[in-house]
């Protein structure tokens, strides 16, 4: 907001030029500020299409998938998604391990979600069904869950105690 302020001796013309130019200026950096604030944010109700990807393997089968890396992405996983290419998927990567538990609001899709040990190898495997606020938890603590369209890990007879490859397993501290 801007106010008006009266001095009871009127600026010199260049000095109330200079002060209306840096007015308008910081009025311009504010909306700019506001307006650019949140362009790394994903939009609310678009999904996240711009995470960076890394490769994974089930055996012979390549997976292209997803990082969620920061509290942001775990949150809105791959909600609002129409559909999801049947080799693509999103790989969630906590910091610690720790029980983790996964819900569906706001995903139009079915999915299984794979908790997985630092090595890659499945702990348990949960199927979820779109729009529910059930929780699937790990059995265990676990640092990643893959969440892949639902019936994929079932059609390639991939239960728990398989294991799955990619560097981010190899080359994670623990």
């Known amino acids: 907001m801007v106010r008006s302020?009266?001095?009871?001796?009127?600026?010199?013309?260049?000095?109330?030029?200079?002060?209306?130019?840096?007015?308008?200026?910081l009025i311009a950096l504010g909306l700019f500020l506001t307006l650019?604030?949140?362009?790394?944010?994903?939009?609310?109700?678009?999904?996240?299409?711009?995470l960076t990807r890394t490769q994974l393997t089930a055996g012979m089968h390549r997976l292209d998938v997803q990082l969620a890396q920061t509290p942001e992405q775990h949150q809105i996983g791959l909600m609002w998604r129409k559909d999801m290419p049947a080799h693509e998927g999103m790989l969630f990567i906590f910091e610690k391990a720790s029980k983790q538990c996964f819900w569906m609001r706001n995903t139009l899709i079915p999915l299984t979600a794979a908790f997985l040990d630092d090595d890659g190898t499945i702990v348990n495997l949960a199927d979820m069904q779109p729009q529910s606020d059930e929780s699937?938890?790990?059995?265990?603590?676990?640092?990643?869950v893959l969440e892949m369209n639902q019936g994929w890990f079932g059609k390639r007879q991939i239960q728990p105690g398989y294991k799955l490859g990619?560097?981010?397993?190899?080359?994670?501290?623990?």
Do not use: D, E, W, Y
């Not at 302020?5 to 200026?25: D, E, N, T, W």
């Not at 990619?166 to 501290?173: A, E, I, L, P, T």
């Open 5 to 25: 302020v009266s001095f009871s001796k009127p600026f010199p013309p260049r000095l109330h030029h200079i002060c209306a130019c840096g007015i308008h200026l």
């Open 136 to 144: 699937h938890c790990s059995h265990k603590p676990v640092r990643f």
């Open 166 to 174: 990619g560097s981010v397993f190899n080359h994670r501290s623990r």
């Open 36 to 50: 650019t604030s949140g362009m790394a944010q994903p939009v609310q109700g678009q999904p996240q299409m711009g």
